[in-house]
């Protein structure tokens, strides 16, 4: 069937530009010598995440353990989660390293405490990345030698742990405004990561890995020397706020949501559609204006129409002086601000090559194992 046969509002995932997305992530990862391990959090589907990897190397990064517990069910062996482990996840998550390789992430000594104990009480021994904060100040240790040589010595002595290495993520190139602002972010991550990971070895602590990355850092960086593997995510959909900081073009960007024109008033220049925070969230979008780009259905921009605000079921249009409303009933496509989030709303993606639908896939969703279900 065409897009327009399905109910509104449905995410739409363009096929071929999400395998030119994920051709070009492989072809730059071989480009800077390092190991891709995409994160699968912007589409939480097996399908996708099959897509994204090597068939020869299929390994990944999540966010949730649901996410793990799926993906380890369809095959994947090599599993990071990248959120520093609660505590009321220790044994969900050793119990799923079980099927895969799982490794998991620690900050604090209170925290590595607990995996120890627990994974010794179970006579498992897990993998632990130490997060190390490298500029976006939202999780990690600071890249001090003490502290990190501490909870390193910690994780290679056990029992039940072994120390995976240093992982960093560049949240903050998020707040990127051009490619050059992209580039010293990546630089930061890449140097504040690799020099502590320098400064451990000449003290005689061994770090096995480096693991760093992001999609814009992915995109701007101008080498990985001393890395070992890059996590980017959104690359696989990108999305308007990735365009606005110049990680990509708009038209590279491989997801929309589809909506019909519910509402229809010329008096005051605004029409309401059916797709409201809870099919595209409320993100504003970094460097965005308005809550997405309109589109027609085949795709075609509509300058002058913006959608301006958004409830919890319905998306408020508002068009320019002299720009004609959309018909009543009329199907549009929004260019979502964030995609990771829009694709969180929807428990069924339409996969279309030129608005034919080809497939309908389904992500995971929930945050622990039991949801780990199709369709939870």
């Avoid at 600071?142 to 029992?159: K, Q, S």
């Avoid at 559609?273 to 969230?281: E, I, N, V």
């Avoid at 085949?298 to 409830?311: A, E, F, K, M, W």
Wanted: include cysteine; charge should be neutral; proline fraction near 6%.
């Amino acid at each position: 069937m065409d897009i327009d046969c399905i109910p509104t509002p449905a995410f739409l995932v363009d096929l071929d530009r999400v395998t030119t997305n994920a051709a070009m992530a492989c072809r730059r990862a071989t480009e800077l010598g390092v190991r891709l391990r995409p994160h699968a959090k912007t589409h939480k589907c097996v399908e996708l995440a099959r897509l994204q990897t090597e068939p020869s190397d299929p390994c990944l990064t999540v966010s949730t353990l649901a996410e793990a517990a799926r993906f380890a069910e369809a095959g994947f062996r090599d599993i990071c989660w990248a959120l520093p482990l609660a505590a009321c996840h220790v044994d969900s998550a050793l119990e799923v390293a079980r099927s895969c390789t799982l490794a998991v992430l620690a900050d604090h000594p209170q925290t590595v405490a607990t995996i120890q104990r627990r994974a010794a009480a179970r006579s498992q021994i897990i993998s632990v990345w130490l997060k190390v904060d490298c500029g976006y100040h939202r999780a990690g240790i600071a890249p001090r030698l003490a502290d990190a040589r501490e909870l390193a010595n910690r994780l290679h002595d056990g029992p039940g742990t072994r120390f995976a290495g240093l992982l960093a993520h560049a949240g903050h190139s998020y707040h990127a405004r051009r490619p050059t602002d992209i580039t010293r972010v990546a630089r930061e991550e890449r140097d504040r990561t690799v020099n502590l990971a320098h400064a451990l070895r000449e003290t005689g602590t061994a770090v096995p890995a480096v693991s760093i990355g992001s999609t814009p850092t992915l995109v701007g960086v101008d080498h990985l020397d001393g890395v070992d593997e890059i996590r980017p995510g959104n690359y696989l959909f990108f999305d308007r706020s990735q365009a606005a900081i110049g990680s990509c073009t708009l038209d590279d960007v491989a997801v929309t949501v589809s909506t019909t024109v519910i509402g229809r008033y010329p008096e005051r220049c605004t029409a309401i559609l059916d797709a409201g925070a809870l099919a595209l969230s409320k993100d504003p979008g970094e460097g965005c204006v308005d809550f997405g780009d309109v589109l027609d259905l085949d795709g075609t921009p509509l300058p002058g129409l913006h959608l301006t605000s958004l409830s919890q079921e319905h998306g408020k249009l508002v068009a320019d002086p002299g720009i004609p409303l959309p018909a009543l009933h009329r199907q549009l496509r929004i260019r979502p601000n964030h995609s990771c989030l829009s694709a969180a709303l929807f428990s069924e993606y339409h996969i279309h090559r030129a608005g034919h639908v080809v497939d309908v896939w389904h992500p995971v969703r929930g945050w622990t194992a039991a949801h780990a279900r199709r369709g939870a």
